[in-house]
């Protein structure tokens, strides 16, 4: 599936061994979780979102904002954290995003977001963990 080298790789038995069955799907095989399903969507506290993968900080929380769709949804990245490739799955042509350190499924990009990227980071809750700031 990926031709690429990720700095954190795994095996499949690794995988399926650290993640619940819905993160293995969501993140190794680019499903998408039912919109409303996690409980990160409603996060708002100060805090930090990492890859449930390997750890990496993927968004931080003042990037979060209420998109309607369901999903968790951010208008940047981490620098440096979050890639994308081309996806024409589904007979439509998007934009993927995954871990820049392990390769993980997290969602897919769409030129609608807010100003001032004009992007929206539509993420599956599954896919982070929230750490939330020292108080
Ligand atoms: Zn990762």
Redesign the pocket.
């Known amino acids: 599936m990926d031709a690429k080298t990720?700095p954190?790789t795994r095996t499949d038995a690794e995988w399926r061994a650290m993640l619940s069955p819905e993160q293995y799907q969501v993140?190794r095989g680019h499903g998408t979780e039912r919109p409303g399903s996690c409980a990160l969507l409603h996060e708002k506290r100060p805090g930090t979102f990492?890859?449930?993968?390997?750890?990496?900080p993927?968004f931080i929380a003042g990037q979060k904002f209420e998109s309607g769709t369901g999903w968790p949804s951010f208008d940047t990245p981490v620098e440096g954290a979050v890639e994308t490739t081309e996806d024409r799955s589904h007979g439509m042509v998007r934009t993927e995003c995954?871990?820049?350190?392990?390769?993980?499924h997290l969602g897919h990009v769409f030129p609608d977001g807010p100003p001032p990227t004009g992007l929206r980071y539509c993420i599956n809750g599954v896919a982070m963990e929230f750490e939330p700031d020292a108080a």
């Open positions: 990720y954190v993140m990492t890859c449930a993968g390997c750890g990496q993927l995954h871990c820049s350190q392990c390769g993980s």
